[in-house]
């Protein structure tokens, strides 16, 4: 007669717990993904506070407890969108390192396009948000800020682009930057993506478009 081994059952291995700052951060964004799809949907005057709190599984409380105001989590939301999954600010992200490595002003510009959709493709429903709602004077100053941000971010491109490799001739440094501003702003990105394009063909002719605008 044989007996069977009986294995012996380890102890439940116990899930570290989280920290009261790893807990706020994960509240933190839960409801800006809320508000996000909430704002997407809604609008800025449509959404309330209550609809987000209830996407994102907290009390109104919580809500107003860490962003305030509707003003203020719309900001959130963008600063979100555009830091991307890295949390970098632009001037960080890693295709500015790609401008400065390139070998021709074409090449900074294609660079440039690429990190610029990136974002585009991320923060571009929120700008959207923000500016159908311009008698909101939270939503106004959420976009004259980022656009100021923009416009920052841009020149410093410019400038490299401009001491590098030359712009057109005739076409002063502020110039290109409202250029840049308005070619690669998020009207555009939004409108040939209704029709159809991919974020592959927009980024093509945004190269294109940029090169004759831009360089000599």
């Excluded at 609008?43 to 305030?68: E, K, L, N, P, S």
């Excluded at 106004?140 to 682009?161: H, K, M, P, W, Y």
């Amino acid at each position: 007669m044989t007996t069977a081994s009986v294995g012996r059952v380890g102890k439940p291995v116990k899930t570290p717990k989280r920290t009261r700052r790893e807990q706020a951060a994960a509240t933190r964004e839960r409801v800006i993904r809320a508000a996000i799809e909430v704002f997407t949907e809604a609008g800025y005057v449509g959404t309330r506070m209550t609809d987000i709190a209830g996407r994102a599984g907290v009390a109104v409380q919580t809500v107003y407890f860490v962003f305030h105001t509707k003003g203020e989590l719309l900001q959130a939301c963008f600063d979100h969108a555009v830091l991307g999954p890295d949390g970098l600010p632009p001037l960080q992200q890693p295709f500015i390192a790609e401008i400065s490595v390139a070998e021709s002003g074409r090449a900074a510009l294609a660079a440039f396009v690429r990190g610029n959709t990136a974002i585009l493709s991320r923060a571009a429903v929120i700008k959207e948000v923000a500016e159908s709602a311009p008698h909101e004077p939270d939503a106004a100053a959420v976009v004259e800020r980022n656009e100021q941000r923009r416009r920052d971010g841009l020149s410093q491109v410019v400038d490299q682009i401009a001491e590098r490799w030359g712009l057109r001739p005739g076409l002063k440094a502020t110039d290109a930057t409202d250029l840049l501003l308005m070619l690669s702003t998020s009207g555009p990105f939004l409108e040939l993506r209704r029709y159809g394009w991919s974020d592959t063909k927009y980024a093509e002719w945004l190269t294109d478009a940029l090169a004759r605008e831009l360089l000599d």
